[in-house]
């Protein structure tokens, strides 16, 4: 008897609540509103991961970081060392927040969530590495060395002055017997020592207008290479040079 | 009327109230009050307001029936809901651990299918329940109660708390393993 009273007690207290309107029925527009809201945050957050992600990737390459595994294991640690880990922290946080909303949708909780996580990261570093292709950072990157980017200009001045004493990039401008030298992209001429300890890829021939970068310990103006490698970026070379 | 009115589906009553019958709400809230009540005893056995909380539901489901997607079911939308309110409460009230991160839902799983669950020992599991389904984590008990109290499928109570499939029959596993062990413990007492 309790039971029915009870059972009866609650719908006729929201029938009484909606006719005399104390509860409302929120419009369709209100959905679709909200609906439109999340999908703009997750883009907005989406696209956030992938410019700060291809941005790490730039700075990686204009400090000269990211050639350091390339020149093997002794270079992991420095690798590693030099890393811009509070960038990363910061896209990590991205991807996790990226997760958080997209988990809500069908297709993400239907599965086991490490398959959306993976999902968002294997995208935002795919994009990242296309973004990173095109010119965008590096236009910006010079923009903020001519003082044409007033808001983020610190920012990529911070991230994108070489921090790594030990590696050089630019332009080769002229080559002889046992060294070469090294337009960097201040304008410096560099004298690279080749020794007989350089490792270099000799199918790698250098010509003059290679585009190169070395690791070796600098005294003066003259740097005694440890190991060359042969890149295509353009950013560390001097301006008149680029995009030739 | 009245007959036609029964053989009408939750969904067919829920787009009428989109459309602006509301006085039509109520014969959903008829069908499944007995069910959220049900549902919220079993889930939520050490609080005292559970018909306030009830009432909660529907109230929230009035509000955003606007959102319900008659190609759907209704009564997943409107457990959905019940689980958000219940998890609330206990996440508010703070007596029982709501973990936030679940490893179960993030890995992949092979479950075992949903028939061989059913096929263990009823009697043994029906006592199980009765003596010992208030003492496991919130994350066993409550698909524990949608698969033996509100017999619902894998598929249904995956929707309902938005984890995949496999977790459900990880955690419905997991929760039995805990109650048969607990259950053991009191009958070497006894």
């Known amino acids: ?244 | 009327m009245s007959k036609s009115i029964k053989q009408l589906s939750d969904e067919n009553i829920a787009q009428m109230v989109q459309s602006g019958k509301t006085n039509f709400f109520n014969i959903l809230v008829k069908r499944y009050e007995a069910k959220m009540m049900r549902y919220a005893k079993k889930f939520l056995f050490n609080h005292n307001d559970i018909e306030d909380l009830v009432q909660e539901v529907f109230i929230k489901a009035y509000t955003n029936i606007q959102s319900f997607d008659a190609s759907r079911k209704f009564s997943a939308w409107l457990y959905r809901i019940a689980h958000n309110e219940f998890i609330n409460l206990i996440k508010k009230k703070g007596k029982e651990p709501v973990s936030f991160f679940d490893i179960d839902a993030l890995l992949p799983h092979y479950a075992s299918k949903e028939k061989a669950d059913k096929d263990v020992n009823e009697k043994e599991l029906r006592k199980m329940l009765d003596k010992c389904l208030n003492k496991i984590n919130p994350k066993y008990r409550e698909p524990i109660i949608l698969y033996y109290f509100e017999d619902l499928s894998y598929k249904e109570i995956a929707g309902i708390l938005h984890i995949p499939i496999s977790t459900v029959g990880i955690r419905l596993k997991r929760g039995k393993k805990i109650m048969r062990s607990i259950y053991q413990k009191l009958d070497n007492r006894i």
């Open chain 1, 1 to 244: 008897m309790n039971n029915i009273f009870k059972k009866s007690s609650i719908s006729k207290e929201i029938a009484r609540k909606i006719e005399n309107n104390q509860i409302k029925m929120h419009p369709k527009i209100y959905f679709v509103l909200k609906f439109i809201l999340i999908v703009l945050i997750v883009l907005f957050f989406a696209l956030f991961a992938l410019y700060l992600i291809s941005f790490i990737i730039f700075s990686l390459k204009v400090t000269g970081v990211w050639f350091l595994p390339k020149f093997g294991f002794g270079a992991i640690f420095i690798f590693f060392k030099s890393l811009p880990w509070l960038l990363i922290l910061i896209a990590a946080i991205l991807i996790i927040i990226l997760e958080l909303f997209v988990k809500h949708f069908s297709f993400a909780y239907r599965k086991p969530l490490i398959y959306s996580i993976a999902g968002i990261i294997i995208l935002t570093l795919l994009g990242s590495f296309m973004i990173s292709k095109t010119h965008l950072h590096s236009e910006l990157f010079l923009r903020a060395g001519d003082g044409k980017l007033p808001m983020m200009g610190r920012f990529y001045k911070d991230f994108g002055s070489p921090k790594l004493s030990d590696v050089h990039h630019g332009i080769v401008s002229d080559i002889t017997k046992d060294s070469f030298f090294l337009e960097t992209a201040k304008g410096e001429i560099l004298t690279i020592v080749i020794n007989s300890t350089t490792y270099f890829n000799k199918s790698e021939d250098l010509k003059e207008g290679d585009k190169v970068v070395v690791l070796g310990k600098r005294n003066d103006n003259s740097v005694s290479a440890f190991k060359i490698r042969k890149t295509n970026d353009e950013f560390n070379i001097p301006r008149e040079q680029r995009h030739k």
